[in-house]
């Protein structure tokens, strides 16, 4: 049911309240009337991407967002939520090429800075079998990869320096690169705030027993 007596401004309003209440069909109902009427309408196209990737549509999700940056190429958020659906649907190097537009635009970009170092701390983390001195397989320590994800974190971290995902990135890779005192640190500092913070408890016994 599309509310004819409304301007598109209201209609927006209506979605962006249904949607912080939770009512994301309402919402996407709202955002969808005022694409019809407006088929421009950056508001509307980017709502609905956000609800598209709240259900888990990322491949729809990323239409809109490809859609929004034909027309609002300078819009830093429209370039990060790129990187996250490309990073959902398997994409890590397109998704890091997007959180690099994101802050070629926006430096101090928080989600992107987070985001990015999760897309590398992602490579780093999956394990690869080479040949060792025996020939016989052995894990190939990405510390590179581990080292990138680490200053991205730190970046995210100099503009919020307490936000645990963040931390809990900054420590495993500190972990993975052996510097366990700083990692078991964080850990520390993870569990005086939050005492059942699983990731946390994971990270502390393997910096203590490893």
């Given at each position: 049911m599309f509310s004819s007596g409304k301007?598109?401004?209201?209609?927006i309003e209506e979605g962006r309240k249904h949607q912080t209440a939770g009512n994301l069909n309402k919402a996407y109902d709202c955002f969808v009337d005022a694409l019809k009427r407006e088929p421009e309408n950056t508001e509307a196209i980017f709502h609905i991407g956000v609800i598209q990737m709240m259900g888990g549509r990322?491949?729809?999700?990323?239409?809109f967002f490809d859609k929004l940056?034909?027309?609002?190429?300078?819009?830093?958020r429209n370039w990060n939520n790129r990187a996250i659906c490309l990073q959902k649907l398997g994409d890590i190097d397109g998704?890091?090429?997007?959180?690099?537009?994101?802050l070629a635009i926006n430096p101090n970009y928080f989600n992107a800075w987070l985001g990015k170092g999760d897309a590398l701390y992602s490579i780093a983390s999956n394990s690869e079998l080479i040949p060792g001195p025996d020939g016989k397989p052995v894990i190939k320590q990405k510390t590179a990869e581990f080292t990138n994800a680490?200053?991205?974190?730190?970046?995210?971290?100099?503009?919020?320096?307490?936000f645990p995902p963040a931390l809990l990135g900054k420590a495993f890779c500190l972990y993975f690169l052996k510097r366990r005192p700083e990692a078991r640190e964080i850990a520390?500092?993870?569990?005086?705030?939050?005492?059942n913070n699983e990731s946390a408890h994971a990270l502390m016994n393997l910096a203590m027993f490893d």
């Amino acid at each position: 049911m599309f509310s004819s007596g409304k301007s598109v401004e209201i209609i927006i309003e209506e979605g962006r309240k249904h949607q912080t209440a939770g009512n994301l069909n309402k919402a996407y109902d709202c955002f969808v009337d005022a694409l019809k009427r407006e088929p421009e309408n950056t508001e509307a196209i980017f709502h609905i991407g956000v609800i598209q990737m709240m259900g888990g549509r990322f491949d729809t999700a990323l239409s809109f967002f490809d859609k929004l940056i034909e027309l609002q190429p300078e819009a830093e958020r429209n370039w990060n939520n790129r990187a996250i659906c490309l990073q959902k649907l398997g994409d890590i190097d397109g998704a890091l090429e997007s959180f690099d537009q994101a802050l070629a635009i926006n430096p101090n970009y928080f989600n992107a800075w987070l985001g990015k170092g999760d897309a590398l701390y992602s490579i780093a983390s999956n394990s690869e079998l080479i040949p060792g001195p025996d020939g016989k397989p052995v894990i190939k320590q990405k510390t590179a990869e581990f080292t990138n994800a680490l200053k991205c974190y730190e970046e995210a971290l100099k503009l919020n320096d307490n936000f645990p995902p963040a931390l809990l990135g900054k420590a495993f890779c500190l972990y993975f690169l052996k510097r366990r005192p700083e990692a078991r640190e964080i850990a520390w500092i993870l569990l005086r705030v939050d005492p059942n913070n699983e990731s946390a408890h994971a990270l502390m016994n393997l910096a203590m027993f490893d």
